[in-house]
């Protein structure tokens, strides 16, 4: 008997703010266990991410990749279970991570390479593959390691502090011996990168809503000066950052959630970048598939003995996520945001 999946697919594009009208659920039907073809494996999900960079992908407009077609099974990471297979590689019960999309299951050619990756979760929960230990955690790992290259004693700055990537970028530059200044929204989230994380201090950008206010907070903060930034969010936070910027400092471009809406994000001074000889890098993290597994070895180690902390915020069922996703592009998350499917 075929089985029925449930899907979220993008109805239309947002104008503006995303909205919950711009998605629409569906109901399609799957082949049964008995009915895969060869190669072929049927995934239950269990878990969903969402991420900041979704938003960019419902825009009609030139990226770094394709936009998200309309009428289409939303994009977004997946962590589940083997339920049938016809892939000697892929057995019943094996858990597994990909790029399902926004739905309950997900029929596979597994005969492509690394559109499914068996995890083991005897050690690291299922869910941290898509956080910490997963595309979250490899974005902060690459952009803090190899384009920050922080140095001991250095003092390097990250925003969206408490956020799944911001609050790895934090640990692993404190384990490298760094002074490490975040930024959040709240008092709570500041609290919690301070006292859970180890951070050295963390500004609450709501008590700071201009450049001026900012740029008096990261002095304060960050006495010897900013030697490398994370960039999830832009705009005022960048600006600010730049004033407070040491001679031969790096930036790594991760995320520009501040212009996700489409409003373009000037910058208030970019003369700094050559008065401070500053390196900024943008970039993309499946970009750079040759580091992953040096990355996941210290992320999957940092887990499993407790030395990498992570949050989770979790909606329940499919039909959550569009509310959800919504929220974790206003900061109404706290950590990783995921939508538990089982």
């Keep these: 008997m075929p089985l029925t999946n449930r899907q979220i697919v993008l109805a239309s594009r947002p104008q503006g703010e995303a909205s919950a009208d711009n998605f629409r659920l569906v109901e399609t039907a799957l082949p049964g266990p008995d009915e895969l073809a060869e190669g072929q494996v049927l995934v239950r999900h269990h878990v969903l991410s969402l991420d900041p960079y979704m938003r960019g992908r419902m825009n009609d407009s030139r990226s770094y990749a394709q936009p998200q077609p309309l009428g289409e099974v939303m994009i977004g990471g997946t962590a589940g279970e083997v339920i049938a297979s016809r892939n000697p590689h892929f057995a019943v019960g094996d858990h597994v991570v990909g790029m399902g999309g926004w739905q309950e299951h997900a029929l596979v050619d597994a005969t492509q390479r690394g559109v499914l990756q068996k995890v083991d979760t005897r050690q690291v929960p299922l869910s941290a593959y898509l956080g910490a230990v997963g595309m979250p955690g490899v974005t902060a790992w690459y952009g803090l390691v190899k ?8 003092t390097v700055t990250v925003s969206a502090a408490s956020g799944a990537v911001g609050s790895a970028v934090g ?6 011996g760094c002074r490490v200044v975040g930024i959040a929204g709240g008092a709570e989230k500041c609290a919690y990168v301070v006292d859970e994380l180890g951070f050295d201090a ?6 700071h809503p201009d450049l001026k206010s900012m740029s008096a907070a990261l002095k304060a903060a960050c006495p010897a000066g900013i030697d490398g930034h994370f960039e999830n969010v832009g705009g005022l936070i960048l600006d600010a950052v730049m004033l407070r910027a040491n001679a031969f400092s790096r930036v790594a471009m991760c995320g520009m959630i501040a212009g996700y809406d489409g409003q373009p994000l000037p910058m208030a001074n970019p003369a700094l970048i050559l008065v401070n000889r500053m390196k900024i890098e943008g970039f993309i993290v499946s ?16 887990v499993a003995t407790g030395t990498l902390k992570y949050r989770e915020t979790v909606a ?22 995921l939508v538990k499917l089982v």
């Design 287 to 302: 970009e750079h598939m040759a580091v992953w597994p040096e990355a996941l070895r210290e992320l999957a180690t940092g």
């Design 202 to 207: 963390c500004i609450d950008y709501r008590q």
């Design 316 to 337: 329940q069922g499919l039909e959550s996520a569009p509310e959800a996703f919504i929220g974790l592009l206003k900061g109404r998350n706290f950590g990783k945001q």
């Design 171 to 176: 640990q692993l530059a404190k384990a490298r």
């Design 147 to 154: 384009i920050i290259d922080p140095q001991p004693g250095q």
